[in-house]
């Protein structure tokens, strides 16, 4: 059983899942929507939201802590001049999961999109895994 069992350990060592997630969170603030599986979607969207509600607070306090979490320029700026704004009426639930019916090829593991739930509309379409 799985009583009080917090958190996805995805079958890496805890290195490769810090590194898997920030490189995740990376690509869905840059791209804001990503095709990767279940699990790993599920892994990442706490993370995500959690960063999107530390940018509806610009502080420069606030900005140090997003890029310690996330160690990219880029994607901190977006994060808090344009998501951050984005999210600011909202109280939480800045992203959704969305499953796909067609399993991966290779290991048939279960897809899933993650996306925020409002984008802009020039977005393009989702990069592949």
Known sequence: ??????????GRT???RIAMTRNMAVSVIEHERIITTLP???????????????AKDPSQHNRRRAFSKLRDKEATQKLFD?????????PGGYCRILKLAKRRLGDG?????????????????????
Do not use: Q, Y
């Open 109 to 129: 593991g279960e897809r899933a999109i993650l996306e925020f739930v409002v984008r802009t509309p020039s977005e393009g379409s989702a990069p592949a895994e």
């Open 14 to 16: 805890t290195s490769h």
């Open 40 to 54: 790993k979607a599920k892994a990442v969207k706490p993370f995500i939201e959690k960063l999107i509600t530390l």
């Open 82 to 90: 344009v998501l951050g704004p984005r999210f600011l009426e909202r």
């Open 1 to 10: 059983m799985r009583h009080r069992v917090a958190g996805f350990k995805l």
